[in-house]
C-alpha cells in the first residue's frame, strides 16, 4: 500500500499563491507518476498536473503559466507551485500517484481563493 499524505491548502487572495505538498510512504518501487487533481463538488476529478519519476510534466490548459510541479526522489514528495491564483481555482486538490502497485490517492487538502 501507499500512503499519501497532503499539506500546504488555505485562503489566498486571488492573485496570491501558494504551494501544496505530498509526501507519499509505503510500497513505492521504481518508477512511478505523481500528481494532483483537483474536484469540485458535483463535478468529475479532473488533472491539474502531474510529473514523471524522470521528471516529465504536464499540465492542464487552465494552469499552465501559473502552475508549477516539482518533486524530491528521494523524498518522495511532489509539489504543486500555484501562482496568479483565480477565485475559479477554489476547490479540493488530491495528490495522486501511480507507480508499480496500482494508483494510490491523498486525503484531499482544500483552496479557497477570494476575489
Known amino acids: 500500500q501507499v500512503q499519501l499524505v497532503e499539506s500546504g491548502g488555505g485562503l489566498v487572495q486571488a492573485g496570491g499563491s501558494l504551494r501544496l505538498s505530498c509526501a507519499a510512504s509505503?510500497?513505492?518501487?521504481?518508477?512511478?507518476?505523481m500528481g494532483w487533481y483537483r474536484q469540485a463538488p458535483g463535478k468529475q476529478r479532473d488533472l491539474v498536473a502531474h510529473?514523471?519519476?524522470?521528471?516529465?510534466?504536464h499540465y492542464a490548459d487552465s494552469v499552465k503559466g501559473r502552475f508549477t510541479i516539482s518533486r524530491d526522489n528521494a523524498k518522495n514528495t511532489v509539489y504543486l507551485q500555484m501562482n496568479s491564483l483565480k477565485p475559479e481555482d477554489t476547490t479540493v486538490y488530491y495528490c495522486?500517484?501511480?507507480?508499480?502497485?496500482?494508483?494510490?490517492w491523498g486525503q484531499g487538502t482544500r483552496v479557497t481563493v477570494s476575489s
Open positions: 510529473i514523471t519519476s524522470l521528471g516529465t510534466t
Open positions: 495522486w500517484l501511480r507507480g508499480s502497485v496500482g494508483s494510490s
Open positions: 509505503g510500497s513505492i518501487f521504481g518508477r512511478n507518476t
